[in-house]
């Protein structure tokens, strides 16, 4: 808890939730039980198969259950906030949140899958990491592919998702 008080400190508020950098998967659950103890939200599951192995998890806002986080419980004061997919008919399930998935897709399916999830009623998040926007990225070695694809559109994909949709806090949107 170390880091977080030096981020409440630096930001003159407190911390209320989490992303995990790698995301949570099914096999990781019990880091729940720990953020719970701290934190009012957590946005780290990813709901596809087969890389993050959520794809049980609702792709809305959601309470998340003690026995399985991937399930919800209105009865619970936990929330998980899911990366936004994309739902094709007969393929299932598309990461579009950000990071290699909004570098590696067309504008369109970007579009699509947060206009899909806004006319449910479900806002999408979405994630940007600082370096996806730099298209001269050091190539480090060990560095998979995926890291440097996409690199030279990737602001201007992001300029687009801000002119073209409204974006807000978690905070606002919890009303936290």
């Given at each position: ?6 981020l409440?400190r630096?930001?003159?508020e ?5 992303r995990?950098p790698?995301f949570?998967?099914g ?6 039980k ?8 957590d946005?780290s599951v990813?709901?596809v198969k087969?890389?993050?192995n959520s794809s049980?998890?609702?792709r809305?806002?959601?309470?998340v259950s003690d026995?399985?986080p991937?399930?919800?419980d ?5 929330i998980?906030?899911p ?5 094709i008919?007969?393929f ?6 950000g990071?290699f998935?909004m ?6 399916f970007l579009?699509l899958?947060i206009n899909q999830?806004?006319k449910s009623?479900?806002?999408?998040m979405?994630y940007?990491h600082p370096?996806?926007?730099h298209?001269k990225?050091?190539?480090l ?6 890291y440097?694809w996409g ?15 409204k974006?807000s ?6 009303n936290?």
């Open positions: 808890m170390k880091s977080r008080d030096i409440e630096l930001a003159g407190k911390v209320l939730g989490f995990s790698y949570i998967t096999e990781q659950t019990w880091v729940f720990i953020l719970k103890k701290y934190l009012r939200y946005s990813f709901p087969p890389h993050y049980e998890a609702p809305h806002i959601y309470r026995k399985n991937m399930k919800e209105p009865e619970n004061s936990f998980e906030i990366m936004a997919t994309l739902r008919p007969m299932g399930l598309l990461p579009i949140a990071g998935h570098r590696f897709l067309p504008y369109r579009k899958g999830l806004n009623g479900n806002p999408a979405i940007i370096e996806d926007l298209p990225r050091s190539h070695p060990g560095y998979a592919w995926h440097f690199l030279k559109g990737a602001r201007k994909k992001f300029e687009t998702l801000l002119r073209n949709f974006f806090s978690v905070r606002e949107v919890l936290l």
